[in-house]
C-alpha cells in the first residue's frame, strides 16, 4: 500500500512540473528549463516610470532554447518565454492605468533579477540646447525645490550623458532616479518645472527624460539620413556639420547626438517631448522649420508612433541683446517667429511664449518654473484633454481694410489686453516701399487695428521685430503674444 501511495505522488508531482530545485514547470513543448544565463537590457529598471496603459517590452539574453520567466505585480500570473536561437528574448507586457502605488517586475532564470519601486504614469522627452539643460540648482526657486525633495515624489529622473556618435548607439547608459537634491542638482529645471506641474493637474506619477547639451544645433538631434535626404534643408545642415561650435566639446555633425543620446530611448515608451532650442540656429532662421519638421519626424519614426500619439512642443527662444554679428539681420526675433511657423507645419504641434519672462542682458534667463509650467499648459489642453489652460495667442493672418490692417491671433478667444493697461507697443506697419513706421493699436476682441498717418496704404505688418523690444499685448489668461511678419523677405539691413 505504501508502495501504491509513493507511485501516486509521483505522477502528480510530474504533473504538475514539481523539481527538485522548485523551478515551474517547463511549457509543453519545450527543450529545456529555466535559462542557465540571464541579462536584461536597461530599458527595464528600477525606480522608473513605466508609460501607462502601453505596451512594454522587456528584453535580454539568455540560453538558447531555455526560458525566461517574467513576473509583473500588476498581473495575475507569470508570464514564460523562450530564449532565442541567438541568445535573446523579448516579452511584451500592458501597463496599467497610472497610479502612485509602486510596482515590480521580477525576470527569473535560474538567478532572478528584482526590478523595484516602479511607478506608472506619463513619461516625457526633454531635449534642445542650454536652456533645456540649464541646472535645477542655478534657476530661480531651484534651491528650495532641491532642499524640499525626498524619493517619496512621484518624478523620477532619466539623466541622458551627454555623448555623441557617428552611428546608433543600442544600449542605454543612464539610470532612472528618484527625486533627490543630489540628483535634482543638475537635472533641467524646465523639465523638473514640466513635470511638477503635470503630477499637481494628472494625479499620476512622471517620468522625465532630460536628452539636452548647450550650444548644439538642431541638426545634432535629427536622423542624419531624414535630414540629408531633404533638399531644403541639406546644403545648410552640410554647412553645420563641417563647422565646429563655439563650445569645443559640443557635438557639431549631423545625427551625433541623435545616435548617442535619442536613439537609445527608443523602447522607452513615452507621452511625447517638449524641445526648447534655436539659438545656435539663428544664422538660418528661412530652414528652421523644416528642419524641425525633419527632426519630429525621425523621433516618430524611431519611436514607431504617429503623430497623434507622439506631440512635439517647442519653446521660442527669448529676446536678448545682439551679441555676435549673425549672417541674417534680425535673427532672433526671425526665430522665434521661425519656431511659431514650425509649430504649424509639425503635426499635434505647439508653441510657447518667453518673450516677458527673459533677460535682455542674458541668453539664459533664470526663470525657468513658468517655462516649465508653460509646457505643462500647453501639454494638458493639447494632450490630456483639460480645456481652458492659460495659452499665448498667436498669429492667424491678416486683412486689409482701407488704411486700416487687421491682425487677427489665433488662442484668443477670451480676447486680448495689455499689461499694462494702455495701447498696445511695438506694432509697425508698411505699403508697397517696405519702410515701416510705428503703428498705432487698437483691441478688438482677438483682432488688433493698425494704423499709421505715414503708411496710407498699408500691405504689412510685424510686431516686436526688434532684439530687446518686447510687447505689451498679451491674451486675457495672461501670456504674451510674441513676434510676427507678414512677410516673407529678410531684412536688408540689421537692427540699430
Not at 16 to 27: I, L, Q, T
Not at 73 to 98: C, H, I, L, M, N
Not at 158 to 182: F, K, N, Y
Not at 473 to 488: A, E, I, M, N, Q
Request: proline share 6%; aromatic share 10%; net charge negative.
Amino acid at each position: 500500500m505504501k508502495r501504491i501511495d509513493f507511485l501516486i505522488a509521483l505522477l502528480l508531482c510530474c504533473a504538475v512540473g514539481c523539481s527538485g530545485k522548485g523551478e515551474p514547470a517547463v511549457p509543453e513543448g519545450g527543450d529545456g528549463g529555466l535559462s542557465e544565463k540571464l541579462t536584461v537590457n536597461p530599458t527595464l529598471q528600477a525606480h522608473m516610470v513605466m508609460q501607462q496603459n502601453k505596451p512594454f517590452t522587456i528584453s535580454g539574453t539568455g540560453t538558447a532554447g531555455q526560458y525566461v520567466e517574467i513576473s509583473c505585480s500588476w498581473e495575475g500570473k507569470p508570464g514564460r518565454v523562450q530564449v532565442s536561437a541567438d541568445g535573446s528574448w523579448q516579452y511584451t507586457v500592458t501597463t496599467p492605468e497610472g497610479g502612485f502605488d509602486a510596482q515590480q517586475v521580477t525576470v527569473s532564470g535560474k538567478q532572478t533579477f528584482t526590478f523595484d519601486n516602479i511607478l506608472v504614469g506619463e513619461v516625457w522627452v526633454c531635449s534642445g540646447q542650454s536652456n533645456m539643460w540649464w541646472p535645477l540648482k542655478d534657476a530661480e526657486g531651484g534651491l528650495s525645490e532641491m532642499i524640499g525633495a525626498n524619493a517619496s515624489l512621484p518624478i523620477r529622473l532619466l539623466h541622458v550623458p551627454q555623448e555623441q556618435a557617428s552611428a546608433p548607439v543600442a544600449s542605454l547608459s543612464a539610470r532612472w532616479q528618484p527625486c533627490t537634491a543630489g540628483s535634482l542638482e543638475w537635472f533641467s529645471a524646465v523639465a523638473y518645472f514640466f513635470g511638477k506641474q503635470l503630477v499637481e493637474a494628472l494625479q499620476v506619477p512622471v517620468g522625465l527624460i532630460n536628452a539636452s547639451w548647450g550650444d548644439t544645433t538642431a541638426e545634432v538631434w535629427a536622423e542624419r539620413d531624414a535630414v540629408l535626404a531633404n533638399d531644403a534643408i541639406r546644403e545648410q545642415a552640410l554647412k553645420q556639420d563641417a563647422t565646429p561650435r563655439a563650445d569645443a566639446q559640443a557635438p557639431y555633425r549631423i545625427g551625433s547626438a541623435f545616435h548617442a543620446m535619442i536613439y537609445p530611448l527608443r523602447d522607452i515608451p513615452v507621452a511625447g517631448a517638449i524641445w526648447y532650442q534655436g539659438e545656435s540656429n539663428m544664422d538660418a532662421p528661412g530652414t528652421y522649420p523644416e528642419l524641425l519638421a525633419t527632426l519630429a519626424a525621425s523621433w516618430r519614426k524611431l519611436w514607431k508612433a504617429e503623430a497623434a500619439d507622439f506631440p512635439f512642443y517647442i519653446a521660442q527662444i527669448c529676446p536678448y541683446e545682439r551679441a555676435f554679428d549673425y549672417r541674417v539681420p534680425y535673427a532672433n526675433p526671425a526665430m522665434r517667429f521661425a519656431q511659431q511657423q514650425a509649430s504649424k507645419l509639425i503635426a499635434n504641434s505647439g508653441v510657447i511664449c518667453n518673450d516677458d519672462i527673459g533677460d535682455i542682458h542674458n541668453i539664459h534667463p533664470r526663470n525657468k518654473q513658468d517655462v516649465g509650467k508653460r509646457f505643462a499648459f500647453l501639454a494638458l489642453e493639447e494632450k490630456y484633454g483639460k480645456a481652458g489652460q492659460p495659452r499665448s495667442p498667436i498669429y492667424a493672418g491678416h486683412r486689409i481694410n482701407g488704411r486700416v490692417l487687421e491682425v487677427d491671433f489665433s488662442y484668443a478667444g477670451a480676447g486680448l489686453e495689455t499689461a499694462d493697461g494702455t495701447s498696445p507697443t511695438y506694432f509697425e506697419v508698411a505699403g508697397a516701399d517696405r519702410i515701416f513706421h510705428p503703428a498705432t493699436a487698437e483691441i478688438s476682441g482677438h483682432t488688433v487695428r493698425l494704423t499709421a498717418a505715414a503708411v496710407p496704404e498699408p500691405a504689412f505688418a510685424r510686431l516686436g521685430w526688434s532684439y530687446t523690444h518686447t510687447t505689451n499685448l498679451r491674451g486675457k489668461g495672461g501670456l504674451p503674444v510674441s513676434v510676427f511678419k507678414t512677410y516673407d523677405w529678410v531684412e536688408p539691413t540689421e537692427e540699430p
